[in-house]
């Protein structure tokens, strides 16, 4: 396979728009044999406005071809993000021969005729695998007398209670609603009054099963993503939940607070199952970027692109239950091995570089720590620009700088280091995936993830190892580059 790089900062195995501005995944869904993803996309200029959703499709979720515009705005609205369903036994009654594509979406009202913003929820229908779309006449299908911020849908089927699920972003709650037909909708539940984080609005809500690694248990995981405040560093960033779901109501099961990321740059992600009944791999996507910073990121007539599609699973880490992501199996035919290293040692006079020179590249490390106070591996996008992961052994954090990464000037919060606590395990398993503009850092397997943008001249020169006094030693190292074909 090969991918072939176009313009400065145009990413190589990420999805990005072919022009103008994107924001959020909506309506991923596999119909058909081809994954779908829809975006939130502003067709007339690179920065935010008038919402669409842009098409895209792919048969390994790497490799995308973009279609026209999927839903333009109408007399309702722009059209907010949201999500979408096959509606396998026709309960929406909109499918006569063949079961097809439900897009559940938020109608966004607002600008002089409507001096109070309005958000509800409207339907379209495809029966061309998601060519063309037709709205439902009887649009909006859900309404809520008072509250501004009502949007974002998230739909899915839950086969015990046999009805359609809506999660439903409610300013600083998330709200439940069922219904037998998508189209008439009843209230359930609201949840996270005084639970998690309210840093921010929460947003794209996101509610899903899956299994629990190494044990029968099954459990559900609620994503939330929570908007930039301008009173935090962080800006936008995604919480999420675990605990029960009985058709009616999420309970949460810890008290404490979960990123789903420790970069700046993955936010509004949502997952799907990549076979019908939910039950296939949980695979996941977010918009590989920040509010705080999205609209002024320096490229040239298109903004944003997504992170790499991520597996989804469950481990049970002392006692707590947590979020691990991998990226897809997909993307592995997309590299070749350049480089295999197996127990060298680095000290401080003994630095390990190694020449990469590609547009996109991956990193595979098992670092033991043998006595350094601190450690890690400089990317070398070009002879002056670089991007630091250092490990400070002794508090045991990880930290990723980018202030020397190439253009940092567009933001002064850009330049700000990006910092996970590790877990304290003997050795550190890294895999870093380098393309013309990100990085994307997994940490032991997918226990941690550090999403973040770079813009640099050049994706990777090179990688080097470095240790502040005392020394590491790389178990195993592996690093790949582009396969030829
Ligand atoms: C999240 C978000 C959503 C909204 C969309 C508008 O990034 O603010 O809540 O539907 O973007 O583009």
């Known amino acids: 396979m090969k991918i072939t790089?176009?313009?400065?900062?145009?990413?190589?195995?990420?999805?990005?728009?072919?022009?103008?501005?994107?924001?959020?995944?909506?309506?991923?869904?596999?119909?058909?044999?081809?994954?779908?993803?829809?975006?939130?996309?502003?067709?007339?200029?690179?920065?935010?406005?008038?919402?669409?959703?842009?098409?895209?499709?792919?048969?390994?979720?790497?490799?995308?071809?973009?279609?026209?515009?999927?839903?333009?705005?109408?007399?309702?609205?722009?059209?907010?993000?949201?999500?979408?369903?096959?509606?396998?036994?026709?309960t929406s009654g909109f499918f006569q021969e063949e079961p097809g594509l439900v897009a559940i979406f938020t109608h966004h009202l607002e600008g002089e005729n409507h001096p109070q913003t309005k958000q509800m929820q409207s339907l379209a229908y495809s029966y061309?695998?998601?060519?063309?779309?037709?709205?439902?006449?009887?649009?909006?299908?859900?309404?809520?007398?008072?509250?501004?911020?009502?949007?974002?849908?998230?739909?899915?089927?839950?086969?015990?209670?046999?009805?359609?699920?809506?999660?439903?972003?409610?300013?600083?709650?998330?709200?439940?609603?069922?219904?037998?037909n998508l189209k008439d909708w009843t209230f359930e539940s609201e949840f996270g009054e005084k639970i998690g984080s309210h840093d921010g609005v929460w947003e794209c809500p996101d509610l899903f099963e899956l299994p629990v690694e190494h044990s029968s248990e099954k459990k559900w995981v609620l994503l939330v993503s929570i908007g930039d405040n301008p009173e935090f560093d962080s800006g936008s960033r995604t919480q999420y939940f675990i605990g029960s779901f009985d058709g009616h109501t999420f309970v949460e099961e810890h008290d404490d607070i979960k990123w789903l990321d420790f970069g700046k740059d993955n936010y509004a992600g949502v997952s799907f199952?990549?076979?019908?009944?939910?039950?296939?791999?949980?695979?996941?996507?977010?918009?590989?970027?920040?509010?705080?910073y999205a609209n002024h990121v320096p490229t040239k007539g298109w903004r944003s692109q997504m992170t790499l599609p991520r597996e989804l699973s469950l481990i049970e880490i002392d006692g707590e239950i947590q979020i691990v992501q991998k990226a897809v199996r997909e993307l592995e035919p997309f590299f070749t091995k350049k480089e295999e290293l197996n127990h060298v040692i680095v000290n401080s006079k003994d630095k390990h570089h190694f020449n990469i020179h590609a547009d996109y590249a991956e990193v595979e490390l098992v670092l033991e720590n043998i006595d350094a106070t601190q450690y890690g591996l400089t990317i070398h996008h070009t002879n002056t620009q670089y991007t630091t992961i250092t490990v400070d052994a002794k508090d045991n954090k990880l930290l990723l700088e980018r202030k020397h990464s190439g253009n940092v000037d567009f933001s002064d919060n850009f330049p700000k280091p990006q910092m996970v606590k590790l877990n304290g395990t003997e050795q550190l398993q890294l895999r870093l995936i380098v393309d013309s503009s990100s990085l994307e850092l997994f940490l032991n397997g997918g226990e941690h993830v550090v999403t973040s943008l770079v813009y640099p001249d050049k994706a990777c020169e090179g990688v080097s190892l470095f240790t502040s006094e005392g020394e590491i030693k790389v178990v195993h190292g592996k690093l790949s580059i582009p396969a030829k074909n």
């Not at 400065?8 to 993803?37: I, T």
């Not at 007399?75 to 369903?85: A, D, K, L, N, R």
């Not at 949007?151 to 037998?180: C, N």
């Open 5 to 90: 790089k176009l313009d400065k900062y145009r990413p190589a195995l990420h999805f990005s728009p072919q022009q103008n501005w994107m924001n959020d995944p909506n309506g991923l869904v596999f119909f058909k044999g081809e994954y779908h993803l829809f975006f939130q996309h502003n067709p007339n200029d690179s920065v935010w406005g008038p919402m669409h959703w842009g098409h895209a499709v792919s048969k390994n979720m790497i490799e995308w071809e973009q279609l026209d515009i999927a839903l333009s705005p109408d007399e309702h609205g722009t059209i907010f993000s949201g999500s979408v369903v096959v509606d396998w036994h026709n």
């Open 128 to 180: 061309d695998k998601g060519r063309t779309w037709l709205k439902y006449e009887n649009n909006p299908v859900l309404t809520h007398p008072t509250k501004i911020d009502f949007r974002d849908p998230k739909v899915f089927w839950h086969e015990a209670s046999h009805k359609w699920i809506m999660v439903l972003a409610t300013g600083q709650t998330i709200s439940i609603y069922s219904s037998p």
């Open 273 to 292: 199952s990549d076979i019908p009944k939910e039950d296939g791999r949980r695979i996941y996507l977010g918009w590989m970027s920040n509010w705080r």
